[in-house]
């Protein structure tokens, strides 16, 4: 039995904003996995266990570059929101964006190495970085770019924490209020078809759970869990989503009132899917005093 941790606990209610012992007993019941507690509070809580899920902790800036059918999204982390909104860390992030989209580099270390002087650094992107860090006194890190051509771009940044770029035919400004529409609402996919297998899965076990709660007969309970993966299909999928603006109709429809087609969108929300660090303060000091009696 893994032993359960005040900081194993705090991260499941961070996720959850279940209460504390509903968060222990699920991580009990789980052996420890962090994913496997938070799927079992769903099951007992319902869709409240999840609202939180999409929180995150890194900091930093989404930069994008866009001209034409010409663009790139990228993601600069930092380690504190103070340097996010550091001129230089900016400056940096947006050279990166431009970059990515003009050099197309094959990957992480391509771009890292292409040509670029600011604040008396250089010649590479990678010796700017460097050089703020040490100007700075923080790390920072380039973390994932995507780059666009051959199709119509319409972007949105909300900020820069959100950012957002689709792939289109049609309308300019359709399209762009479809790129604040993910900003804002944040679909996994495109369609259904394009939800990913294991989404589905899970969402399916989690009904499944509830509906055998339920009581229910066996083909009332199937009836339930379709019912159940139907509804998550059309709240995570962008054509499916009421549209922001107007919520009478759904995207699609605004899209064919405008003779628009989507054909894909790109959605980075700063350190998505990054673990910060949890420090556990207590047993810090609970460690410290333990190693000083043993010294004594």
């Known amino acids: 039995?893994?032993?359960?941790?005040?900081?194993?606990?705090?991260?499941?209610?961070?996720?959850?904003?279940?209460?504390?012992?509903?968060?222990?007993?699920?991580l009990t019941e789980a052996d420890g996995d962090l994913a496997k507690a938070e799927e079992i509070l769903r099951v007992k809580l319902g869709t409240k266990a999840g609202k939180a899920a999409s929180r995150v902790t890194?900091?930093?800036v989404i930069a994008a570059w866009v001209q034409g059918e010409l663009g790139a999204i990228v993601e600069v982390n930092s380690e504190?929101?103070?340097?996010?909104?550091?001129?230089?860390?900016?400056?940096?992030?947006?050279?990166?964006?431009?970059?990515?989209?003009?050099?197309?580099?094959?990957?992480?270390?391509?771009?890292?190495?292409?040509?670029?002087?600011?604040d008396g650094y250089g010649p590479t992107l990678e010796d700017v970085r460097k050089g703020l860090i040490g100007k700075i006194g923080?790390?920072?890190?380039?973390?994932?770019?995507?780059?666009?051509?051959?199709?119509?771009?319409?972007?949105?940044?909300?900020?820069?924490?959100?950012g957002v770029v689709v792939q289109y035919e049609g309308e300019a400004s359709a399209a762009k209020d479809v790129a604040m529409h993910v900003a804002a609402m944040k679909p996994r996919a495109l369609t259904a078809a394009d939800v990913p297998a294991d989404l589905i899965e899970t969402e399916r076990s989690?009904?499944?759970?509830?509906?055998?709660?339920?009581?229910?007969?066996?083909?009332?309970?199937?009836?339930?869990?379709?019912?159940?993966?139907?509804?998550?299909?059309k709240e995570v999928t962008l054509l499916s989503q009421p549209f922001?603006?107007?919520?009478?109709?759904?995207?699609?429809?605004?899209?064919?009132?405008h003779k628009t087609t989507i054909k894909g969108f790109t959605l980075y929300v700063v350190g998505e899917g990054i673990?910060?660090?949890?420090?556990?303060?207590?047993?810090?000091?609970?460690?410290?005093?333990?190693?000083?009696?043993?010294?004594?």
């Open 1 to 26: 039995m893994a032993a359960i941790t005040a900081s194993m606990v705090a991260q499941l209610r961070a996720k959850t904003d279940a209460p504390m012992m509903e968060c222990k007993r699920a």
């Open 58 to 60: 890194a900091e930093g």
């Open 80 to 118: 504190t929101d103070f340097v996010s909104k550091n001129e230089s860390f900016i400056a940096m992030a947006n050279a990166a964006a431009r970059l990515v989209a003009e050099k197309n580099p094959a990957d992480m270390a391509a771009l890292a190495a292409l040509p670029y002087e600011q």
């Open 138 to 162: 923080e790390n920072m890190s380039l973390r994932r770019f995507q780059r666009f051509a051959g199709t119509p771009l319409a972007h949105y940044l909300h900020g820069t924490r959100i």
């Open 206 to 233: 989690v009904a499944a759970a509830k509906a055998a709660e339920s009581g229910k007969p066996a083909d009332i309970a199937a009836k339930m869990v379709e019912g159940s993966v139907q509804k998550f299909l």
């Open 244 to 257: 922001v603006k107007n919520d009478k109709q759904s995207v699609e429809q605004m899209l064919k009132e």
């Open 275 to 296: 673990e910060k660090k949890q420090d556990d303060f207590a047993a810090e000091v609970a460690a410290q005093v333990a190693a000083a009696q043993s010294a004594g």
